[in-house]
């Protein structure tokens, strides 16, 4: 069950069915329910992500229906209600669907809710449905029927049988009057609409009356969904009237597309990180040009500048009818400062830059450093591109000096050296042999057994050499399991 | 020219003392010196101050006082195990422009000329260049690397740049002049060994060869390299004369210094043992 935090005490939110069956109900304080079994598997309540869920779900359910809408769960705390007489649950969260001209589609209404109710079942929910011609009708009957039936479909002018057998609570008039109406012996809806129903406005107030009205259908100002909107999706669209072939249109065509959807995305506070322009010829074909930025961008001529040298791959054939733009993956960005001085221009323009390559030559091409805390020394730093890059903490600099060109693979030396352990004399490394005047090491690197990738790598025990002309190489011998050990020149130093 | 060409018998006399000495001349030859200068701007950068090399010997003999930034340098090794001075040297050289200013160090790296290798950041972290300043290109072949050098200084937003490239052309090297002396930025070409040496517009040419270490204290007494020292042969400088000095580079500075003259270690040895 869950828990949540209401008037400084834990109280439970919700619970499965098990703990209903046992006698738990919302409201209950968690020290009492601990009391009654101490064994109980608590969570704590998350309402902003049931909300997100909630409205995913709802989204989700705009496979039946264009107009979907979330509703918050029930507006009566269950808390402030247990002390008076207990009412049915009716909590938990909604999902409104406006399903006009739409259950055809799913092979009439029983089928479309049997469809939707076991979908939600393979989801992972227990959903209950009902299908009325009211909105009201509809919450009464999806909240308050008996737990076995899955779905309940109300058949037009129906609404008034289907509501009688309903407690009052079903009609949303909050927990006070229903609580009054319980009190005078009014315990179901069917009881209540014998009333005559001007005693009811003048005994009520006109809430019970006007939810009475509505959920019956008389009520002609209906309460509306208001459904979620799709997203306009960030894209432009050009048509022309006579084909166009010349680069020099389409670049025309492509900053005018550039200008509107800048536009949009400025609206959305959204900026663009890849963009796609594609090219539909008459007979059918389409041409389109992707394009990448390091950061989201929405400056029309500096993305026209990517596009610029791309533009001439575009195969014309007949002519091209209409071009589309769109931005397939935006991100959110802040109003861009101006004025902030050099800086920030000279790191837009760096920016710029490593768009230009990136896009021209290719996204893997452009790198940086990364630096990892490793032994082994193509792992500890490397070039990764720049999508990929951010710097961690690691220190750049390892105590022993590093040779600043690092041969990638090792290339094998011959070398003649004092066996088992000692230092190399003399190696010939691409058919130059050199002799040994000064050396440092060896020092050992192991290979990092914590890590699970099983590599061949041995244990390295790596020599600073210098030799008779000056020139200092990283050489290492490694322990692979062959006799006599081979030897590697890992890298150059400066 | 509005003047009209003077009839023959019109024409100075042999004695002609010159522009210096006549009324309009000495403007005359400011003018011209103007000229002149307006014409080479494209090959030198006008108002930039000079970035000191960190040896004061060198320095002085520079002709700016230091090495220019805005204008085109090369580095080649003199051997081919000598890359890894050469990538050396030019990491100090660029460190030293990347000090005076805050943009980043693009670096075009080119498997097929370098053929030792790629660059490691920690390695030249310890020569200066801090790994968030460094973005590096991976490309394939030379025409890409100039083109990238080009738009890098069309930006202006690197503070240098060094790019690998085998084969640079007289033409090209005066191309990259012109826009690095308009950007400001600072293309160095770093060139294998073997290239062609053909005639190039940069403003200075080095050739770089490992030089034996010089080890110091502990390291001497345990045979261990010391620290890296460079044979540095500067065989052409615009506008100023070449020279070849050998340098060490210093970590407990992070400078350059002029190399103590090397001991002769066989006669220190057969000393030692005799």
């Known amino acids: 069950m869950l828990a949540a935090e209401q008037r400084a005490r834990l109280q439970i939110t919700a619970v499965n069915r098990a703990a209903e069956r046992a006698g738990f109900r919302p409201g209950m304080t968690l020290a009492d329910a601990r009391a009654i079994l101490p064994g109980l598997a608590v969570r704590p309540a998350d309402p902003a992500g049931d909300a997100k869920a909630l409205a995913r779900l709802a989204r989700w359910c705009g496979r039946y229906s264009p107009l979907t809408s979330a509703e918050e769960t029930s507006d009566s705390y269950p808390g402030e209600a247990l002390d008076a007489p207990r009412i049915e649950a009716g909590g938990g969260a909604g999902i409104w669907l406006d399903s006009t001209g739409c259950d055809h589609l799913f092979g009439g209404e029983e089928a479309m809710l049997t469809d939707m109710t076991e979908r939600l079942g393979e989801l992972g929910f227990s959903a209950r449905a009902a299908l009325a011609g009211t909105p009201g009708c509809a919450w009464a009957v999806a909240r308050y029927t008996p737990d076995r039936v899955s779905w309940v479909v109300v058949p037009p002018a129906g609404e008034r049988d289907a509501l009688s057998p309903l407690p009052v609570t079903a009609l949303g008039i909050g927990p006070a009057m229903a609580a009054e109406l319980h009190g005078l012996g009014l315990k179901r809806i069917g009881d209540v609409l014998a009333l005559p129903r001007a005693s009811l406005a003048a005994r009520f107030g006109e809430t019970l009356r006007a939810r009475l009205d509505a959920a019956l259908g008389k009520n002609a100002a209906a309460e509306p969904v208001s459904p979620f909107l799709p997203e306009a999706p960030l894209a432009a669209r050009l048509a022309f009237a006579e084909p166009i072939g010349t680069v020099d249109d389409i670049a025309a065509a492509t900053q005018h597309l550039l200008k509107t959807l800048c536009q949009r995305l400025e609206r959305a506070g959204q900026g663009a990180r890849q963009l796609a322009l594609t090219a539909f010829r008459p007979d059918g074909s389409t041409a389109r040009l992707v394009i990448g930025t390091g950061r989201a961008n929405r400056d029309p001529d500096r993305l026209f500048l990517l596009f610029a040298e791309r533009l001439a791959e575009i195969d014309t054939g007949f002519g091209i009818d209409e071009i589309t733009l769109a931005a397939i993956h935006h991100e959110s960005t802040s109003p861009a400062q101006t004025g902030l001085g050099s800086e920030r221009a000279r790191a837009e323009s760096l920016d710029a830059l490593i768009d230009l390559l990136a896009n021209r030559l290719g996204p893997q091409t452009v790198r940086r450093p990364a630096l990892r805390e490793s032994h082994l020394p193509e792992r500890a730093a490397g070039l990764v591109p720049s999508s990929e890059a951010s710097l961690s903490s690691a220190d750049a600099r390892s105590p022993n000096p590093r040779p600043v060109r690092l041969l990638r693979p090792p290339e094998p030396v011959e070398t003649v050296s004092e066996e088992p352990d000692g230092p190399p004399h003399l190696f010939r490394w691409r058919r130059v042999l050199h002799r040994v005047i000064l050396c440092e090491g060896p020092e050992r690197i192991a290979p990092e057994w914590w890590r699970e990738e099983k590599t061949e790598a041995g244990i390295r025990d790596y020599f600073r050499v210098e030799d008779d002309g000056g020139g200092r190489f990283w050489l290492y011998r490694e322990d692979c399991g062959e006799v006599p050990r081979p030897w590697f020149l890992h890298g150059l130093f400066g | ?274």
Do not use: H
């Open chain 2, 1 to 274: 020219m509005t003047r009209d060409i003077p009839s023959p018998e019109r024409l100075p006399s042999p004695s002609f003392q010159g522009p210096k000495n006549t009324p309009g001349g000495k403007d005359r030859l400011a003018a011209l010196r103007r000229r002149v200068g307006r014409i080479e701007q494209g090959f030198r950068p006008q108002g930039t101050r000079a970035v000191p090399l960190g040896v004061q010997e060198i320095d002085a003999r520079l002709p700016a006082g230091g090495l220019l930034p805005g204008a085109l340098y090369e580095i080649a090794p003199a051997a081919p195990r000598d890359a890894g001075a050469a990538t050396a040297f030019c990491a100090t050289l660029a460190a030293r422009f990347l000090k005076e200013s805050d943009g980043a160090l693009l670096w075009c790296l080119n498997p097929a000329v370098a053929d030792a290798g790629e660059i490691y950041p920690p390695a030249l972290a310890r020569f200066g260049i801090a790994p968030d300043r460094l973005v590096a290109l991976c490309a394939r072949d030379d025409a890409t690397v100039l083109q990238a050098i080009e738009d890098a200084l069309a930006s202006g937003a690197p503070a240098a740049i060094v790019g690998e490239a085998r084969d640079v052309s007289l033409t090209a090297s005066r191309r990259l002049q012109l826009a690095a002396g308009k950007s400001g930025v600072t293309p160095i070409l770093l060139r294998p060994y073997g290239a062609e040496q053909t005639s190039s517009a940069a403003l200075m040419r080095w050739r770089v060869e490992s030089a034996p270490s010089r080890p110091r204290g502990w390291a001497a007494m345990l045979d261990e390299p010391g620290f890296p020292c460079w044979q540095a042969n500067l065989f052409r400088s615009r506008g100023g004369a070449p020279g070849n000095w050998t340098m060490e580079w210093r970590d407990e500075t992070g400078d350059l210094a002029l190399a103590a003259p090397l001991r002769d270690r066989q006669a220190e040895t057969a000393a030692s043992t005799a």
